[in-house]
């Protein structure tokens, strides 16, 4: 990363970038907006149809869905920093092509490095395996894992996407679930709980 890096700068190449087909077939890039200090980053798979229309990530359902969570442990969306790995939408929602995927993570990489989460939360098994593949989201949802990507030490909580919970009553209550246990898993990656002292053996002199 440059010393001079910015999101505003990443921003302003992403609205540019044409490196994949999806800046010729989206209406609009979504570089993603929040905080740059956020403590929290949320990364979701790509842009849907209402993202695409207005360039803003999670502006649809289920970013109304979102922003009743976030209120649910005292956030609003400044407080956060939010985007997905594709900053452009895919034809019809698609799933990513790995070859999008490849082309377009530097600049998620740049971001983080911009921002420097405490922690990064996933919406949706796709942006949960992007960081830890071969994980199944209805087991390990809400578990913070540590992980390095790409040289940046993260701490990940994968969680359902919200459109997911929109569509299905039990995953709704999962997720309300997991939300609840956000501060605490912050907190204590902020604050270790001290390691226990072995004790010291008195000595005779
Ligand atoms: S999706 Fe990513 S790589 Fe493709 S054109 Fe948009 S910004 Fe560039």
Redesign the pocket.
């Known amino acids: 990363m440059e010393d001079n890096d910015s999101l505003a700068k990443i921003a302003a190449e992403?609205k540019a970038?044409?490196?994949?087909p999806?800046?010729k077939t989206a209406h609009r890039?979504v570089p993603g907006e929040g905080n740059p200090e956020a403590e929290i980053m949320f990364i979701g798979e790509a842009p849907g149809y209402w993202e695409d229309q207005r360039g803003i990530p999670f502006c649809g359902a289920a970013g109304n869905l979102l922003n009743e969570l976030l209120a649910s442990i005292n956030l609003k969306r400044e407080d956060i920093f939010i985007t997905n790995i594709?900053?452009?939408r895919p034809p019809n929602n698609r799933d990513p092509l790995p070859g999008?995927i490849k082309?377009?993570s530097p600049?998620l990489k740049r971001q983080l490095l911009v921002i420097k989460p405490k922690v990064v939360i996933t919406l949706g098994r796709f942006a949960m395996n992007f960081f830890l593949p071969n994980l199944y989201i209805s087991r390990a949802h809400g578990q913070p894992r540590k992980i390095t990507w790409e040289g940046i030490p993260l701490l990940i909580i994968p969680l359902f996407h919200p459109a997911a919970a929109l569509r299905n009553g039990e995953v709704m209550e999962k997720l309300k679930e997991d939300f609840l246990k956000i501060p605490q898993i912050i907190k204590e990656a902020t604050n270790p709980p001290p390691k226990e002292e072995t004790p010291i053996q008195g000595s005779l002199f």
Do not use: D
């Not at 970038?17 to 994949?20: I, N, Q, V």
């Open positions: 992403i970038c044409r490196k994949c999806l800046g890039a594709l900053k452009h999008e082309l377009c600049f």
